[in-house]
């Protein structure tokens, strides 16, 4: 190249030469090589696989490892077909027990009202024991570990029977629906059976664990049971919900209506309350009545029976007629209140459950024969 023309020319022939240059190092040295590279990519379907597709997630527990099959080039579809597609997404999976041992054993009885795998029973523990030795007249007694909530018509101004006045997590929401249904239940029930007599609940509380059948020489032991499991196992703290009303034949000439904790709220519970059984079984106190046996987890509302009430009623006290009355007074107030027993939200409890000061003795319990 000759720049004798002049200095300008000479330089601009040499930026031409420079710009050529640089578009043969574009195509030649990056474009052709990155077109032929996206050309295998597409051509080789495990390339592509490589680098562009994320490596599968590695499900430590297949239970909960999705099941739904792939459709390639189309629409999916989950693993349920038709309806059962709006029950896959919409409805909540009943609760899996992970130990059949632990899960409750009661029957259901559709349209009318519950009655327990061990019948007559009375504060949860049956009115006959398995358990005999050489005196059979002997006393026995119950012992229970429960959560107190206050007391319903003195709420907002009386202390309850240990809180020193502090009435803990309860909502007021709880109080409120609790005296409402209360009142209905009864109100209905007193116009329908004219015979029959209402026991109110003056203390609201859950039970996790009913002792029953105990010797006296046991239950200072198992008072000491109660009071260092509490102990070891604090702080408390864990959420619950209600969200049905129940109505449960407890004795010949008896019912009573009971707040049912939801099933996650059974689930923690029947956890706690495992803990409990299996460290009474290791001290060598056996445990009569499992709570697998007993009504679910609950708050008693109230009580109805013909009589005296005591179970040991005449013929023509026989509840059995009216079950059918009772449950159709109390479905209704079930389906009303749904989950929002406690206000929409799920209820709070981070206070100790409270151990039994004393054990109370069965007035009218008997040695069943073996």
């Known amino acids: ?48 696989t490589t680098f562009f597709k994320t490596a599968p997630i590695e499900w430590k527990d297949e239970r909960w490892m999705p099941r739904n099959q792939a459709y390639p080039q189309t629409c999916q579809q989950t693993v349920r077909k038709n309806d059962s597609i709006r029950t896959t997404f919409f409805k909540t999976a009943p609760i899996e027990w992970k130990d059949e041992r632990w899960m409750p054993r009661n029957q ?50 009386l202390p309850t029977y240990y809180n020193k006045g502090k009435n803990y997590e309860c909502p007021q929401t709880l109080i409120d629906n609790f005296i409402n249904a209360s009142d209905t239940i009864a109100a209905q029930a007193s116009a329908r059976i004219p015979t029959i007599r209402v026991k109110r609940q003056q203390r609201l509380h859950m039970s996790l664990m009913y002792m029953c059948c105990l010797f006296q020489n046991e239950t200072d032991h198992a008072r000491e049971i109660y009071y260092d499991w509490v102990v070891e196992n604090r702080p408390f703290d864990f959420t619950a919900r209600f969200n049905k009303l129940e109505c449960w034949k407890e004795r010949t000439n008896s019912v009573t209506n009971i707040i049912v904790a939801d099933e996650t709220t059974q689930v923690t519970m029947m956890g706690l309350y495992r803990n409990l059984h299996e460290r009474f079984e290791r001290e060598g106190i056996p445990v009569e009545v499992p709570r697998t046996d007993q009504m679910p987890f609950h708050i008693t509302l109230l009580g109805l029976h013909l009589g005296d009430g005591s179970g040991n009623g005449t013929p023509e006290d026989d509840i059995d007629p009216y079950l059918g009355d009772i449950y159709s007074i109390v479905a209704p107030v079930s389906s009303r209140m749904g989950d929002q027993w406690a206000g929409p939200g799920r209820m709070h409890i981070t206070h100790d459950p409270r151990p039994p000061v004393k054990a109370a003795a069965h007035t009218n319990i008997k040695i069943r024969k073996k």
């Open 1 to 48: 190249m000759s720049c004798r023309t002049s200095l300008s020319v000479c330089l601009f022939r040499i930026r031409l030469l420079v710009m050529s240059n640089r578009r043969r190092i574009l195509i030649g040295g990056i474009l052709l090589p990155l077109l032929l590279f996206l050309y295998l990519v597409r051509k080789n379907d495990s390339i592509r």
């Open 108 to 157: 259901a009885y559709p349209q009318t009202c519950q009655q327990t795998a061990i019948f007559p029973f009375e504060i949860g523990c049956p009115t006959k024991c398995q358990r005999a030795r050489g005196h059979s007249k002997e006393t026995r007694y119950q012992m229970s570990l429960n959560w107190s909530f206050g007391q319903p018509k003195h709420f907002d101004h």
